[in-house]
């Protein structure tokens, strides 16, 4: 019998209300069922939601410093669990040992970083225009936050979110991905061991149309943070714009690399393996566009389908594997399709393109690293995410059309540009419509304390990370304190 996880409200831990589960597996080996999850429904948003509002009644009155020591020994406990958290991430989404210990130290890092900034919630004040008045602003809890996440970054993206919204005095209703609920669970347990009140984080699992939903339209739901695919969030901002809901999106990327002709080869090569192959090219951040200087395209070509076609692929857990699975057979398919696309579209698939299925591969949804050249801006292939380790060589004659080709897409999440040159470096890094923007450094790796999101169809507006997480976090309150004794009217009595 597999075990049984539950969800966690108010403190206890609980089955859904009509007691139906989900199976969750390993993509590397189909056959392991890790656990059944509750396949929650509408009403247990609302006990979660109605626990989470209890809570931040009294969460919101903790001193921010007081919140933030929770969450340095959140931190701390992270670090001793680090290994063991990593292998059931691996064993839940597939990435290799040493992506999931980041995973984890992403975690680790932005719980040592909100600790911090519950010392740092820092106000404005202003001289007033009138005598005898002063002027504050400070920052105040929203109340309670909806969050909605993806599987590739099981442990790094909720804590992106809880660890700062819960040092800000907020409370959360989190409803994990599908495929990696049992991480978040472990999130939980940490947070509990911390010395989290009850209520003050909430763990609801299920689909996303109906937990999701749920979190989307509840009227006491008053911030929804989503991170996931830019067609469902497109579904989850509508629903939070009828209700006048605070909304932060991260979605979709289609990355690009540049390589100019003067870059260092070996290090622009070492990048995109990294960047396009790493977690199986399932990151929001994967390199899944190469844009080749003329001049270099030919040899640089060469040199990485060399390469890439040496790394080696299986279960993470395994010291030996470069890449891992692809998350399930449904995104396997989307893979499959998109190379036959690019087929059709007459690009060259010089590498990969099929599933790998031989050996130890057979029971996993596992896939070739893909490399297509020939590839034109215009192409699907060039423009739509894939989400897979699908890697499109473009070619470019200039600064000016790389970084042209790059702004192409409706996507702005991450970049980069290999180049000796600081003057081409600095433009590109001016131009590029891109949140993130790497210079001589692969399109992933991005810090806890640095601002982290997309522009165009990939954001809202809106930053994970760093200190611009808490202006999505917190609102403003402005205080005017009159210690004139008499009636003083703005702008009139001047
Ligand atoms: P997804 O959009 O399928 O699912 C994301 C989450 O939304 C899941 O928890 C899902 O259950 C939930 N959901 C589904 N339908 C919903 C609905 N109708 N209402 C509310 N919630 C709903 O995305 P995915 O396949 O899990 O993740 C891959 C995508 O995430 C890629 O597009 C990737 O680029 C993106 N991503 C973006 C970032 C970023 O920071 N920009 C980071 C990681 C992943």
């Not at 130290?105 to 909100?114: K, L, P, R, V, W």
């Not at 099929?354 to 050996?359: D, L, P, T």
């Amino acid at each position: 019998m597999p075990t049984h996880f539950q969800n966690f409200i108010d403190g206890h831990w609980c089955d859904s209300s009509d007691g139906r589960t989900f199976e969750n597996r390993n993509p590397a080996n189909w056959n392991e069922i890790l656990g059944t999850f509750p396949l929650s429904i509408k009403q247990d948003v609302d006990r979660a939601t109605q626990a989470a509002l209890e809570a931040f009644r009294q969460w919101r009155f903790v001193p921010a410093p007081e919140r933030g020591n929770i969450l340095r020994k959140a931190g701390d406990i992270m670090v001793r669990r680090k290994n063991e958290i990593a292998a059931i991430m691996t064993r839940e989404m597939g990435k290799p040992l040493t992506e999931t210990k980041g995973d984890v130290q992403e975690g680790i890092d932005t719980a040592f970083y909100s600790a911090t900034e519950g010392r740092r919630l820092f106000g404005i004040n202003t001289p007033s225009e009138l005598p005898n008045k002063m002027n504050l602003s400070f920052r105040v809890p929203i109340g309670v936050c909806g969050l909605i996440t993806p599987w590739n970054f099981p442990m790094a993206i909720p804590s992106w979110n809880i660890f700062p919204g819960l040092v800000a005095g907020n409370t959360f209703v989190f409803k994990p991905a599908e495929d990696t609920p049992w991480t978040a669970n472990v999130l939980a347990e940490i947070l509990i061991e911390a010395g989290l009140p009850k209520g003050c984080l909430n763990i609801v699992h299920g689909a996303g149309a109906v937990v999701g939903a749920a979190i989307t339209e509840h009227p006491d739901i008053r911030a929804v943070s989503f991170t996931g695919s830019t067609s469902t969030g497109a579904i989850v901002a509508r629903a939070c714009g009828e209700r006048t809901k605070h909304v932060c999106l991260e979605m979709g990327g289609k990355n690009a690399q540049i390589v100019m002709a003067d870059a260092d080869l070996d290090l622009a090569i070492e990048g995109v393996l990294w960047g396009a192959f790493g977690t199986t090219g399932q990151r929001c951040t994967a390199t899944s566009r190469l844009i080749l200087h003329e001049k270099i395209h030919d040899e640089m070509v060469e040199r990485l389908a060399r390469q890439a076609s040496k790394l080696r692929l299986g279960d993470g857990l395994d010291a030996k594997t470069d890449v891992g699975p692809i998350i399930n057979e449904k995104q396997r398919k989307n893979i499959e399709r998109y190379v036959k696309i690019g087929k059709e579209e007459g690009a060259n698939c010089m590498l990969g393109g099929e599933v790998a299925s031989i050996g130890n591969l057979k029971n996993g949804w596992f896939f070739q690293p893909t490399i297509f050249t020939d590839v034109t801006p215009e192409m699907r292939i060039a423009k739509e995410e894939i989400f897979g380790p699908v890697l499109s060589v473009l070619k470019c004659r200039s600064l000016e059309e790389a970084i042209e080709i790059n702004n192409s897409v409706q996507y702005g999440l991450s970049s980069s540009i290999y180049t000796r040159d600081i003057n081409v470096a600095m433009q590109a890094a001016r131009d590029i419509e891109a949140g993130i923007t790497y210079i001589n450094a692969a399109t992933i790796g991005a810090e806890a304390h640095m601002p982290f999101g997309g522009v165009k169809g990939t954001g809202n507006g809106h930053r994970e990370g760093g200190w611009a997480v808490f202006d999505f976090y917190t609102e403003w309150k402005s205080v005017y304190i009159d210690y004139s004794g008499k009636l003083q009217r703005a702008q009139i009595d001047v």
